[in-house]
C-alpha cells in the first residue's frame, strides 16, 4: 500500500460516521464514570438496574431485550448487582427454571442518589449544543436505532 493510499485510509477512518460515534461513546461512557463512580455502577449496571427497578420481576431476557445487551453481558451484570445487594432473583410462580428480577430497596436508594449525576453526566456531554441541536441530535440518534432495529427483526 502507498502511503497515499495509506493517508487516504487514515483520513477516512477519522471521519467515519462508526468511528466518531464510538468516540462519543467513549466521552460519554468517561464523563459517567467521572460523575457517578461514587455510587459504584457502571454505565451498564445502571442501565439494567433502573430498568428492573422500572418493571419488577421481569427475567433476564426480557431485561436484555429491553437494554440491548446480549446474554453473556446481561449474565455478569446481574451477577455484579446481585453481589452489590441492589437487586434479587427469585423464581416465578410455576416455573423453576426462570429467576425474575427485582431491585431491592438498596438498589433504588442508589437509583435515585446517582440521578442528579447521571443527568450532570449527559449535561456535559451535551454542553456544547444549544437545546435545539440536542434535540435535533438525539431524535435523528433515535431515527438511526429504530430503523436498523427494525431491518434486525426483518431478517
Excluded at 113 to 120: E, P, S
Amino acid at each position: 500500500m502507498t502511503a497515499e493510499k495509506i493517508a487516504s485510509a487514515f483520513s477516512y477512518t477519522m471521519s467515519a460516521v462508526g468511528h466518531r460515534i464510538r468516540r462519543c461513546h467513549q466521552l460519554s461512557v468517561a464523563l459517567f464514570v467521572e460523575e457517578v463512580n461514587p455510587f459504584g455502577l457502571t454505565t451498564l449496571q445502571y442501565a439494567a438496574l433502573a430498568t428492573i427497578a422500572s418493571h419488577e420481576n421481569m427475567d433476564a431476557t426480557r431485561l436484555a431485550g429491553l437494554v440491548a445487551f446480549d446474554r453473556s453481558t446481561v449474565g455478569s451484570v446481574l451477577e455484579r448487582l446481585e453481589a452489590k445487594e441492589l437487586i434479587t432473583r427469585h423464581h416465578g410462580p410455576g416455573n423453576k427454571r426462570i429467576k425474575l428480577l427485582r431491585a431491592t430497596a438498596r438498589g433504588r436508594e442508589v437509583l435515585v442518589a446517582a440521578d442528579d449525576a447521571v443527568h450532570r453526566s449527559q449535561d456535559r456531554f451535551l454542553a456544547a449544543l444549544n437545546p435545539i441541536e440536542r434535540a435535533t441530535l438525539l431524535g435523528l440518534l433515535e431515527k438511526l436505532i429504530t430503523r436498523h432495529e427494525q431491518l434486525d427483526e426483518a431478517v
